[in-house]
C-alpha cells in the first residue's frame, strides 16, 4: 500500500464523515439481535453490522476480546471481517491494545500490520505503558507498510485517570508525554500523520496541548458510556478537525435491521460532524 494511513483515513473522513463505529459482539447485544452467544451467533451479527456499514463509515473498529472469548474459531470469523471490510471502502482499526518490549512487540507488529498475515488491518490500538519507545517495532512496521497506530493517551475509563493524569518530574502529565512523543512522530507529515491518539470524550478537561499531535484521534466513549456529540467542543477544541468520534453499542443497538443500522449510524455521524463543524 503505497497511501500512508494518515492520508488515506482524513480522504475517508472528509468523503463519509468523522465517524468509527466499533464492532463488538457483546453477549449482550447477540442476545438483543435475537442471536446464540456462540460462534454462528458472532458471524451472523458481524455479516449483517459489515452489510450495513462498510462503505458508509469513514472507519469500523473490531474488538478483538469479543473474537478471542470464541478460540480459533472466533478469530477465524474476525479475520474474515478484516478482510472483507478492508475491501469495502471503511478503514478497519482493529482495537487490541497491545502493548510489549523487544521481539513480543515486533511479533505483535507482524500479526496486525504485515500485508501477509490474516489478522492485517488498517490500523491498531496500543498501549505505551511500557514506555512509549516500546512501540518502535509496532510504529515502524506501521510506517512501513502504509499503516498506523493509535496509542493510549488519556482513556475513557475513569480507572485511568490515576495513572494517565499523574504528573512527572519534568511537570508534564503522563498523556501529555505520550502526546508529545506522537507529534514527533507525526512532524511534518501532511495532511496528517499516522500515529494517533486515544483520547476519551468522556474526559471533560484533557490539560493537553494537542496543538502539535499533527495525527488522527481516536474518540471513544460516546453514545452508550454517556458521551455526547456536543462534548467533543469541550474535550478538543482547537483539535477538533483530527478527531475520529467512536460509537459502539447506541448503534449497534439498533440492530439487526440493515437500514435500522444505517439510520443509526447516519444520526450519529451527521451529530459528529455538526459538533466539529462549529469550531473546525
Known sequence: ??????????A???????LCVGIDPHPSLLARWGLSDDVNGLEAFVRTAGE?????????????AFFER???RGIAVLESAIRQLRGSGSLVILDVKRGDIGSTAAAYADAYLDPASPLCADAVTVSPYLGF???????????QNGLGAFVLAMTSNPEGASVQRAVGAGGRSVAQAVVDEISQVNAGVRP???????????VGDTGLILTDLNGPILAPGLGAQGGRAEDLRAVF?????????SWSREVLSAGPDVSALRAAAQRARDSCASAIAVTA
Open 237 to 245: 477544541g482547537d483539535a477538533l478537525p483530527f478527531v475520529l468520534p
Open 1 to 10: 500500500m503505497t497511501e500512508r494511513f494518515g492520508a488515506r483515513l482524513r
Open 192 to 202: 496528517m500523520g499516522d500515529v494517533g491518539a486515544v483520547i476519551g470524550a468522556t
Open 70 to 72: 470464541f478460540g480459533s
Open 12 to 18: 475517508a473522513m472528509d468523503a463519509l464523515g468523522p
Open 52 to 64: 450495513a456499514l462498510a462503505g458508509r463509515v469513514a472507519a469500523i473498529k473490531p474488538q478483538s
Open 133 to 143: 519507545g516500546s512501540l518502535a517495532p509496532i510504529i515502524d512496521k506501521a510506517q
